[in-house]
């Protein structure tokens, strides 16, 4: 699409993890809301949590690292 739009050209690197369909299906059968990224400042995770606290009745996931 690169290449078609913009007349930039690019490379495919596959991811090297191979992820079972199986797996997959596992994790389709999930709800919830996820956030993932680091908790920087400028990433404003605290919008997530005011989401979070503004809607008891939804599941919610956050993934972060520790900040350094």
């Known amino acids: ?3 078609e739009n913009h007349k930039i050209n690019s490379e495919i690197i596959h991811n090297f993890y191979k992820i079972e ?3 997959i299906k596992e994790y389709n059968k999930r709800n919830y809301i996820l956030w993932v990224a ?3 400042t400028w ?3 605290e ?3 005011d ?3 503004k809607n008891p009745d939804k599941n919610f996931l ?3 690292p ?3």
Request: glycine share 0%.
């Open 1 to 3: 699409m690169l290449k």
């Open 21 to 23: 369909k199986n797996i």
């Open 38 to 40: 680091r908790c920087e």
């Open 43 to 45: 990433k404003r995770p």
């Open 47 to 49: 919008l997530f949590i």
């Open 51 to 53: 989401l979070v606290e």
């Open 62 to 64: 956050m993934i972060s």
């Open 66 to 68: 520790r900040k350094k």
